[in-house]
């Protein structure tokens, strides 16, 4: 019978450490907003074809990056917005106002995806510090420049296309790629990408 106790108390811990991970997998999501930050991959992905004209393995650490970065970012903006998104109906249940994670634990989150997306544009095949630049670049223009000016101006979306714009230009240059010319070069992507948030906001 003591065994048999034994068991079913291990199982029960097992089943607790399986939910507590998932309910942190989720926090994180929320904090990353995974499923915006996936449609920034696809922006990243876009530039890369049509840079390189193909998909190879090489898109993926940096795709990766991009999207870890922009994950990072945005769990950075909630930890920087936490008191005032306490004060809104509609962010109030988000991680931080929720207090279903600390604001260091948040913190931490973000601060590692940060690490993890700027360590996968340094390691793209070429060009590795002019991407790594503009994943600093996004990262400071995000959160330092569009964070503080969307509290003060609906016009901050402007500014705030810009970090559409970058995507599809941070994730490097393939080994062997042909020159750019306009017509594969990412930037007609980036300045679609750039639009968007415009469009959105105003519709």
Same mark, same amino acid.
């Given at each position: 019978?003591?065994?048999?106790?034994?068991?079913?108390?291990?199982?029960?811990?097992?089943?607790?450490?399986?939910?507590?991970?998932?309910?942190?997998? =989720? @926090?994180?999501?929320?904090?990353?907003?995974?499923?915006?930050?996936? /449609? /920034?991959? @696809?922006?990243?992905?876009?530039?890369? &074809?049509?840079?390189?004209?193909?998909?190879?393995?090489?898109? &993926? &650490?940096?795709?990766?990056?991009? !999207?870890?970065?922009?994950?990072?970012?945005?769990?950075?903006?909630?930890? *920087?917005?936490?008191?005032?998104?306490?004060?809104?109906? =509609?962010? =109030?249940?988000? +991680?931080?106002?929720?207090?279903?994670?600390?604001? #260091?634990?948040? !913190?931490?989150? #973000?601060?590692?995806?940060?690490?993890?997306?700027?360590?996968?544009?340094?390691?793209?095949? *070429?060009?590795?510090?002019?991407? !790594?630049?503009?994943?600093?670049?996004?990262?400071?223009?995000?959160?330092?420049?569009?964070?503080?000016?969307?509290?003060?101006?609906?016009?901050?979306? /402007?500014?705030? #296309?810009?970090?559409?714009? @970058?995507? +599809?230009?941070?994730?490097?240059?393939?080994?062997?790629?042909?020159?750019?010319?306009?017509?594969?070069?990412?930037?007609?992507?980036?300045?679609?990408?750039?639009?968007?948030?415009?469009?959105? !906001?105003? =519709?």
């Amino acid at each position: 019978m003591t065994q048999r106790t034994g068991t079913l108390d291990i199982g029960r811990a097992a089943r607790a450490d399986w939910r507590r991970w998932l309910e942190l997998l =989720r @926090i994180a999501s929320e904090l990353g907003k995974f499923r915006i930050t996936f /449609v /920034v991959c @696809i922006s990243a992905l876009t530039g890369y &074809v049509m840079y390189a004209g193909r998909i190879d393995a090489e898109a &993926v &650490v940096p795709v990766l990056g991009v !999207f870890l970065l922009a994950s990072g970012a945005s769990a950075l903006n909630q930890c *920087q917005e936490a008191r005032f998104d306490a004060r809104m109906k =509609r962010t =109030r249940r988000r +991680p931080i106002p929720s207090r279903r994670i600390s604001p #260091a634990g948040a !913190f931490f989150i #973000a601060g590692t995806m940060v690490l993890l997306g700027l360590f996968g544009l340094a390691s793209t095949a *070429q060009n590795e510090i002019a991407v !790594f630049a503009l994943g600093l670049l996004a990262l400071g223009w995000y959160n330092l420049i569009y964070t503080y000016l969307k509290r003060i101006t609906a016009f901050a979306v /402007v500014p705030g #296309a810009v970090i559409g714009a @970058i995507s +599809p230009s941070s994730a490097g240059r393939p080994r062997a790629a042909s020159p750019p010319t306009l017509s594969s070069s990412p930037w007609p992507c980036s300045s679609s990408s750039g639009r968007f948030p415009i469009s959105g !906001f105003w =519709r």
